[in-house]
């Protein structure tokens, strides 16, 4: 049996971030696209594109808050009313600080570990959560634990 194909935008300004969460990636074990969006206005035009139907929705989001030209949190936003997006969940992996997770619309929040092994043991963490079809969200936008184990 063949597994889906995940569709993932990695919305950051940061080459090198880039190229960590591409590594973490790879260890996902489940076939993916991925889509690098450097700043916040490309984001709102690839989510118009959406909205419109030019484009399929992805599965997974993740996205930094520190972005050029418009900032993550708008770019968050725009995510929670596009009803293209509705089943897209989105990983937001910052290095903000005084991040309120209230302010994060049900994402799910991971701050940027200081250290390579951390990193990339997060991100794939993370995404492996969010692409599990069945595994629900609870109210602050993590997959419930008693559906997931860690």
């Not at 929705?57 to 930094?64: C, M, Q």
């Not at 993550?72 to 725009?78: D, E, K, T």
């Not at 692409?131 to 997931?148: C, F, M, V, Y």
Request: proline share 7%.
């Amino acid at each position: 049996m063949r597994m889906k194909t995940v569709g993932i935008w990695i919305v950051e300004d940061n080459n090198a971030d880039v190229f960590l969460i591409k590594l973490a990636l790879g260890r996902i074990e489940q076939p993916f696209d991925h889509t690098v969006i450097s700043d916040g206005e490309s984001a709102l035009r690839m989510i118009g594109l959406c909205r419109d139907g030019s484009m399929a929705a992805p599965d997974v989001v993740i996205l930094d808050l520190n972005l050029p030209k418009v900032d993550g949190y708008h770019v968050l936003q725009a995510v929670g009313q596009t009803p293209a997006l509705a089943s897209t969940r989105v990983a937001v992996f910052s290095s903000a600080q005084g991040v309120d997770p209230d302010h994060l619309r049900g994402a799910h929040y991971m701050p940027k570990p200081p250290d390579l092994d951390n990193f990339l043991k997060e991100v794939t963490k993370t995404v492996k959560r969010l692409i599990q079809p069945q595994a629900p969200l609870d109210g602050d936008g993590r997959p419930s634990t008693g559906a997931l184990a860690d």
